[in-house]
């Protein structure tokens, strides 16, 4: 336990570092809580990925600031669309669609944060096969670290309860990354991740 609290208190001091990245997390967490604490267990999950891919310290910043930050684009998706059960209207998919994008957007203007980081907010719902939003890339056209993101997004997400669906289990969400691996994912990124010996702790 002691190298997860230790974990922890790096992934705070990394993300705290710059005021307006405070700021617009605050402001995502008084909105939607889960999708802020969502947004933290991503970063400590890109920490961890980074040290298994060996990352040098500025792609291990960028990789975690990314994570972060990913969904702060959703600080401007109604609430009732983040909790909505049903499933979503044309509209309503079309508005979620655009955090990526917005996200970028916003997070380019903060300081100290550059074009690796905000690449990794804007193409983290890109698809491997092309069949991703917000652009449709494919393949190793989507910036690796924004397919890391996707791969530590979607496992994540699969283990939290959302108003929509029951959370898996974290072998459940393991066979689901390999079932996806190839169309969703990128392959080596889901070998690479799966390979990790401490996700449970983490989650």
Request: a negative charge.
């Amino acid at each position: 336990m002691g190298e997860i609290a230790e974990l922890v208190k790096k992934v705070q001091m990394a993300l705290t570092e710059e005021a307006h990245v405070s700021v617009w997390m605050n402001f995502l967490r008084n909105k939607h809580a889960e999708t802020h604490r969502h947004s933290v267990r991503v970063a400590m999950l890109g920490e961890v990925m980074a040290t298994s891919m060996e990352l040098a310290e500025k792609e291990r910043t960028h990789l975690v600031r990314g994570c972060f930050l990913h969904d702060i684009g959703k600080s401007f998706v109604p609430v009732h669309i983040l909790d909505q059960q049903e499933p979503l209207s044309e509209d309503q998919w079309n508005i979620l669609k655009m955090h990526p994008v917005i996200g970028a957007e916003l997070a380019k203007d903060f300081p100290g944060i550059d074009a690796v980081v905000t690449d990794i907010i804007r193409y983290h719902h890109e698809r491997w096969n092309g069949t991703g939003y917000p652009y449709g890339l494919q393949g190793e056209n989507i910036p690796l670290l924004a397919r890391v993101c996707s791969v530590i997004d979607a496992f994540d997400a699969m283990l939290s309860s959302r108003p929509y669906r029951r959370q898996t289990t974290l072998e459940q969400a393991k066979q689901e990354l390999s079932a996806c691996s190839g169309t969703q994912f990128d392959p080596g990124v889901v070998e690479q991740f799966l390979r990790l010996t401490d996700l449970q702790l983490i989650v």
